[in-house]
Structures are given as structure tokens and as C-alpha cells.
């Protein structure tokens, strides 16, 4: 059973940064494409970033583009979302993913594992 387990969550003031980690229980850490998704309270989960499985090729939301980045150390098992320049619009429970493909996109039903997401908050 794949476990993802994110951290890195917390309160920032609007503008500030945090970064996310995912860290994966697998042995074979460096097959399957990775992502970030989130959920803010009474909306649907939203797609926020995506990684291959080299960490060559990455894909964004429009609206984290050029504030967001995501990246990968498959050596240590881990997926991270740099964030900055965040908004209080973006406060949101963040989620990590995992497809069993080389490479997915932003529909979440490409995905196969979550993770049980961490809380970030934006005060403005």
C-alpha cells in the first residue's frame, strides 16, 4: 500500500512563502508522475501543479504560474511545492497525487493515490 504524506502546511501572511513536501512510502520511488492539487472550504479540488516522473517536464494552473514551483528529489522520495507571492484566495487544503504513468495531467481522475492533504492559510 503507497502512502503519500504531506507537510510543510501552516499560516502565512498574503505575499509570504511557504514549501509543501510529499513524501512517498515505496520502494521504487521514480516512476510515476506527481502533483499537487487543493480544496478551499465548499469548492471542488482544483489542480495546481504536475511533475513527470525525471522531474523534466512540469505543468501549472494559470493562476500559479511563474509564483509556483514544483520539483522532485527521487532519491529521497519526495515531491515539494514552492509557493510564493501567495493569496489569501489561496488558502486551501493542499493535496499530493500520484498516477501510475510516467507523466498525468490535471484531472484528478488520472490520478491513483492521494495523500490526506495538509492546511495552508493565507491571512490578508
Known amino acids: 500500500q503507497v502512502q503519500l504524506v504531506e507537510s510543510g502546511g501552516g499560516l502565512v501572511q498574503a505575499g509570504g512563502s511557504l514549501t509543501l513536501a510529499c513524501k512517498y512510502s515505496?520502494?521504487?520511488?521514480?516512476?510515476?508522475?506527481r502533483a499537487w492539487f487543493r480544496q478551499a472550504p465548499g469548492k471542488e479540488r482544483e489542480f495546481v501543479a504536475a511533475?513527470?516522473?525525471?522531474?523534466?517536464?512540469?505543468h501549472y494552473a494559470d493562476s500559479v504560474k511563474d509564483r509556483f514551483t514544483i520539483f522532485r528529489v527521487n532519491k529521497n522520495g519526495t515531491t515539494y511545492l514552492q509557493m510564493n507571492s501567495l493569496k489569501s484566495s489561496e488558502t486551501a487544503v493542499y493535496y499530493c497525487a500520484e498516477a501510475l504513468r510516467g507523466f498525468a495531467g490535471p484531472d484528478p481522475r488520472d490520478y491513483d493515490y492521494w495523500g490526506q492533504g495538509t492546511q495552508v492559510t493565507v491571512s490578508s
Open positions: 511533475i513527470n516522473w525525471s522531474g523534466e517536464l512540469t
Open positions: 515505496r520502494h521504487n520511488f521514480d516512476n510515476y508522475a
